[in-house]
């Protein structure tokens, strides 16, 4: 609640990396009846209390309206499905490539910590190549080893291009 009475209304969420260097949330509130406005930096998904309803964060935004508008309302019925399905009110850029492949492949937490120092967007790109490779082999976890091979393949690829 505001200091006015009024009640706070979450007005969009960004995925920020802090200066340390860990990934969070900027979370932007604001009170409609005196219009202050309000943001704080918090872990990524922890956000209790400080979001009030579903949420795109900027990214995930950015990347449905990239989308072709006859597949948009399927899209964000397919995301939003199975974030409410999570207890998640926050969609994030990751959470859509997830809603995709119905989460199929877990992640280890040390994985997962690692995948999070990826900035969004290549981020993205890596965990549906990780998860990718994970169904193809029959595994159903992403591991750092796979993710270590995986990094490897890609920039050993890159190293023989530029040696021709």
Request: proline fraction near 5%; charged fraction near 30%.
């Amino acid at each position: 609640m505001c200091g006015c009475g009024g009640w706070m209304h979450t007005e969009g969420v960004e995925e920020r990396i802090s200066r340390e260097g860990d990934p969070t949330w900027f979370v932007r509130s604001e009170c409609r009846p005196c219009q202050w406005v309000v943001g704080v930096d918090v872990p990524v998904g922890q956000v209790d209390g400080l979001v009030d309803r579903l949420m795109w964060t900027d990214d995930a935004r950015h990347r449905l309206d990239r989308v072709p508008p006859y597949a948009v309302p399927v899209l964000r019925e397919l995301v939003e499905g199975f974030a409410r399905t999570r207890r998640q009110r926050v969609i994030t850029y990751d959470l859509i490539d997830q809603a995709k492949t119905g989460d199929m492949v877990s992640w280890d937490s040390d994985a997962e910590q690692r995948l999070a120092n990826v900035p969004a967007p290549v981020r993205a790109m890596a965990r549906v190549e990780l998860e990718r490779t994970a169904v193809d082999r029959g595994e159903r976890a992403v591991t750092v080893a796979l993710m270590e091979e995986v990094k490897a393949r890609y920039f050993g690829m890159a190293a023989q291009r530029d040696d021709a």
